[in-house]
């Protein structure tokens, strides 16, 4: 079974400062990931994902990610933080057609941004 | 334009009371899913549904219950039986054999549901 570890429940960052949230990932077969970010009571809303292209991913916003298999890992990344990203962030797994399409969710970094 | 809808966005259940969260999608997403989400414990999955009148457990089922009787709709039950049902509830749908491109889940904007 698929699964992500999202490490740090809570990142704090200046505005202008880099933002990395990581995500790493246990599957048995190449697996397609995603970020999603969520914005206090709304549904959640795709960033990026990675289907077996380019390991690295760019997304919406100014966020990009990089997929790394030896590090099993996927984490997400943004140059310079605004105020405006602050929210929750979640990383999420699930496999290629003749896998489980059922995607399944990491427990959430939430995204501090100090002016 | 396409998306999911949830309804009511706020909801409030007395104690022995059933209640049901409306989710509709016209995706043309064959699978459905229901997932509650509290502080700290990211989303967990509900129940699913891949086909019209066929749905299976998710990982946190009981006290839950669901019916697809139509492709666009998947409504979930909350019952008595549900202890615990203060939480945030979202919907969403995917394609169940995607090419590259189609791969994510697509959400609705949640139900928040209180007990009072």
């Known amino acids: 079974a698929q699964s992500v570890t999202q490490l740090g429940s809570h990142v704090s960052v200046s505005e202008g400062a880099l933002v990395l949230l990581r995500c790493n990932y246990s599957?048995?077969?190449?697996?397609?990931l995603f970020w999603y970010v969520q914005y206090p009571n709304q549904g959640l809303q795709l960033l990026l994902k990675?289907?077996?292209?380019?390991?690295l991913v760019k997304g919406i916003n100014g966020f990009e990610a990089e997929f790394k298999k030896s590090e099993t890992s996927f984490h997400l990344t943004k140059p310079s933080a605004h105020m405006s990203d602050a929210a929750e962030y979640f990383c999420?797994?699930?496999?290629?057609?003749?896998?489980?399409?059922?995607?399944?969710f990491g427990r959430g970094t939430s995204l501090i941004v100090h002016p | 334009d396409g998306g999911i809808t949830q309804s009511p966005k706020y909801l409030f259940r007395k104690e022995g009371q059933n209640v049901t969260l409306s989710c509709e999608q016209n995706?043309?997403?064959?699978?459905m899913y229901w997932y509650r989400q509290d502080p700290g414990q990211g989303l967990r999955l509900i129940y699913y549904?891949?086909?019209?009148?066929?749905?299976q457990k998710g990982d946190i089922a009981e006290g839950y219950s669901v019916s697809r009787e139509k492709k666009e709709s998947f409504p979930l039950t909350v019952t008595s039986a549900q202890k615990n049902p203060t939480a945030f509830y979202l919907c969403?749908?995917?394609?169940?054999?995607?090419?590259?491109?189609?791969?994510?889940?697509?959400f609705g904007q949640g139900t928040r549901l209180t007990v009072v």
């Open positions: 969403a749908s995917s394609m169940v054999f995607p090419g590259d491109s189609n791969t994510e889940a697509f």
């Open positions: 599957s048995s077969v190449p697996p397609y």
């Open positions: 990675y289907t077996s292209a380019a390991t």
């Open positions: 999420a797994v699930s496999d290629p057609p003749g896998g489980s399409y059922i995607p399944t």
């Open positions: 995706l043309n997403h064959d699978a």
């Open positions: 549904s891949q086909i019209v009148n066929d749905f």
